[in-house]
């Protein structure tokens, strides 16, 4: 039980990382920085801090096989940072986070379909409240009619589908190699499908990337909680724990994601929206203590 709990946490941090990015990111557009700015100097910095843990703790030979297996894990971060930062530039960012948070649901559907079996009771439970709580955290309860630009729409939920595939790929790709090592290969693959998809606009001088206006510290920020932390902290961690139970712990984002906006931004959040973080809470929670109380419930690899 005390390796379960040990490696959730790992996943559950580095879910917590993630929440912090989209208060650091509204902060950055503030300033001026554009979408393509945020980016590359987030996975930029973040591969670089990587590259340097790498070479002083975790040298080690790499063949070509294993470096593209784990570069293609970094494909889905990357392509879940972009399609999520491009969804909101025509969707609100409370419907936006509802849509990404249905990765919870598809996770546990991707696991019964590779392992062919269906999800436990507590699974089942712990994702309808989770998905209560993510309706009640983002501020869709309580709201009028909605009027939602399908192609912001379908940007969150391709973003909810990488992120399913991000947890689930964390937990099954080269999985006795080194958590620095397995980090830097990922974040190497997210990195070069970022500089293609947004050479373009960089190499002919639409985007300046100029470290000298206070970029280097944002992306200094966001490199470390966007990419170093989440990334080391799911190779630790989601190998250990059933595909489930990680895109449970991966809930974590939203409650610090409130949070965050309320201490940072100043946002307002009211009385349902804090409900909804309690019920997001719980519905993490759930399963470990289902498992404690029947033991059949299997939340860990063999």
Do not use: H
């Not at 030979?61 to 930062?85: D, H, S």
């Not at 559907?109 to 062919?116: A, N, P, T």
């Not at 931004?265 to 929670?285: D, P, R």
């Amino acid at each position: 039980m005390y390796q379960l709990l040990k490696n959730s946490l790992y996943v559950f941090l580095g879910a917590c990382c993630f929440g912090i990015l989209s208060t650091v990111v509204k902060l950055a557009y503030r300033d001026g920085f554009q979408f393509e700015q945020v980016m590359l100097s987030q996975f930029g910095t973040g591969w670089l801090i990587l590259l340097v843990l790498m070479l002083l703790f975790a040298r080690r030979r790499v063949t070509w096989k294993q470096a593209v297996r784990l570069a293609g894990v970094g494909l889905c971060t990357c392509l879940t940072g972009v399609t999520y930062y491009l969804s909101l530039q025509s969707i609100p960012a409370s419907i936006a986070v509802v849509l990404l948070f249905q990765f919870t649901w598809i996770g546990v559907i991707i696991e019964s379909i590779v392992y062919r079996r269906l999800p436990d009771k507590a699974t089942v439970i712990s994702i309808a409240i989770l998905f209560l709580g993510t309706l009640m955290a983002g501020g869709i309860l309580g709201t009028g009619e909605l009027q939602l630009n399908l192609k912001g729409t379908l940007l969150a939920l391709a973003a909810a589908v990488m992120m399913a595939l991000f947890v689930f790929f964390s937990g099954r790709v080269e999985t006795g190699m080194p958590a620095i090592t397995r980090s830097f290969y990922t974040s190497t693959g997210g990195l070069v499908l970022l500089t293609v998809l947004l050479a373009p606009n960089v190499f002919t001088g639409n985007v300046q990337m100029d470290s000298g206006n206070g970029l280097w510290i944002y992306g200094l920020i966001l490199g470390t909680f966007g990419v170093v932390l989440p990334v080391l902290m799911f190779a630790l961690g989601a190998p250990k724990i059933s595909t489930g139970l990680a895109t449970i712990l991966g809930a974590g984002e939203l409650p610090v994601a409130v949070i965050a906006s309320v201490m940072v931004l100043n946002e307002q959040v009211t009385a349902v929206q804090w409900m909804g973080v309690s019920f997001i809470l719980l519905g993490i929670a759930y399963p470990q203590w289902a498992a404690q109380r029947s033991p059949g419930i299997q939340l860990a690899k063999d």
